[in-house]
């Protein structure tokens, strides 16, 4: 795996048709030696998948804008796969197993915003990371819809002049507040302590 931050330049950097404005990739993710236990172990351990992950943002080419030359800011990895590490890392780490198949629960989600701005002051810039995922969770068995719900996670950061190294991290902790605001909600712990485990259920 390459080292967390900006993503090696032959992979990051590349002109487009129209001239030299660049594309920089970062590589964004939730480690999971930065999850902790949360409200979300009180459930009770569950077999859990994680079902279709789908990207409805309006624009899924960029996650922002560079204000210096207009080139694009994307993720080294789709950001479909890196909400779906993120969904099992907090899954794993508040006791919960994740499987492919015969699940207790069912976790599929939409990402609906995903996104990098630069905002200029007076004197000083703000760098604004917002992430928006629409998690809906279903009993594993039956597929009856438990919860649909939307989980938000904002960082911001003032900076006085522009710093690349910084953008990142702004998402990460973005990304990282979102799985906090999911992994501490009481109506997701109620939903997924409403599963039962295959084994529990009567046979038919």
Known sequence: MSPRGLAPVSLVLALTLAGCTMTTALDVGYPEQGANRALLASAGPRRVQIGDVVDHRMETARVGTKAKDGGDIVTSRSVVDIVREALGVEMSKNRHVLVS??????????????????????????????????????????????????????????????DESQWREVLDTALARAM?????????????GRSRAPSARPAT
């Open 180 to 192: 906090h605001d999911l992994a501490t909600d009481p109506a997701l712990v109620a939903a997924v």
């Open 101 to 162: 198949d015969r699940p207790d629960v069912l976790l599929t989600a939409a990402v609906e915003v995903f996104r990098l701005d630069t905002l200029q002051g007076y004197r000083r810039l703000q760098y604004v990371g917002e992430i928006i995922i629409a998690l809906t969770v279903a009993d594993g068995s039956t597929g009856d819809t438990l919860l649909t719900r939307r989980y938000v996670g904002i960082r911001r950061r003032d900076v006085d002049k522009p």
